[in-house]
């Protein structure tokens, strides 16, 4: 099954190919457990944590949120100018975003682990990736 993201507003995907809509409400950075809309969070990693939680997801491994390298996307830089690449600043708000969403994500019996080394997200235990991954088996 594949996944959109896309704004509150985007046209809606048919749902040909497996391929499913959800919403994401701009500037909420909580998770939004009702409704049509996940929360944004900041990034898209943030989204699909809210999204599968809701799906039911009991366990979530985190893989290559680092947060704090402004400009060293591994995609390149934005080019559309309503996409630019984060800043420190931006980077702050994201962590801000995973540490308010640790308490809401464990009250509701979902664990999230932190695989990616040296991650500026602090909000969650820091685990090497063969550990969680061997721990879940």
Same mark, same amino acid.
């Given at each position: 099954?594949a996944?959109?993201?896309?704004?509150?507003?985007?046209?809606?995907?048919?749902?040909?190919?497996?391929?499913?809509?959800?919403?994401?409400?701009?500037?909420?950075?909580?998770?939004?457990? *009702?409704?049509?809309?996940?929360? +944004?969070?900041?990034? &898209? #990693?943030?989204?699909?944590?809210? $999204?599968?939680?809701?799906? /039911?997801?009991?366990?979530?491994?985190?893989?290559?949120?680092?947060?704090?390298?402004?400009?060293?996307?591994?995609?390149?830089?934005?080019?559309?100018?309503?996409q630019?690449?984060?800043?420190?600043?931006?980077?702050r708000?994201?962590? *801000?975003?995973?540490?308010?969403? +640790?308490?809401?994500? &464990? #009250?509701?019996?979902?664990?999230? $682990?932190?695989?990616?080394? /040296?991650?500026?997200?602090?909000?969650?235990?820091?685990?090497?990736?063969?550990?969680?991954?061997?721990?879940?088996?």
């Amino acid at each position: 099954m594949a996944l959109m993201l896309a704004t509150e507003g985007a046209p809606r995907a048919s749902g040909c190919c497996g391929l499913h809509h959800a919403g994401v409400t701009p500037g909420l950075n909580a998770m939004a457990w *009702d409704g049509p809309c996940i929360g +944004a969070g900041g990034s &898209s #990693a943030f989204q699909a944590a809210n $999204l599968v939680a809701r799906w /039911g997801v009991r366990r979530i491994l985190l893989l290559g949120t680092d947060c704090h390298s402004p400009g060293a996307r591994w995609h390149g830089p934005h080019r559309h100018p309503m996409q630019p690449n984060p800043t420190d600043a931006t980077m702050r708000l994201w962590v *801000d975003a995973w540490r308010a969403a +640790a308490p809401e994500l &464990s #009250a509701r019996g979902v664990q999230v $682990l932190n695989c990616t080394p /040296g991650s500026a997200i602090d909000a969650f235990p820091a685990v090497p990736l063969d550990r969680a991954l061997n721990e879940g088996a």
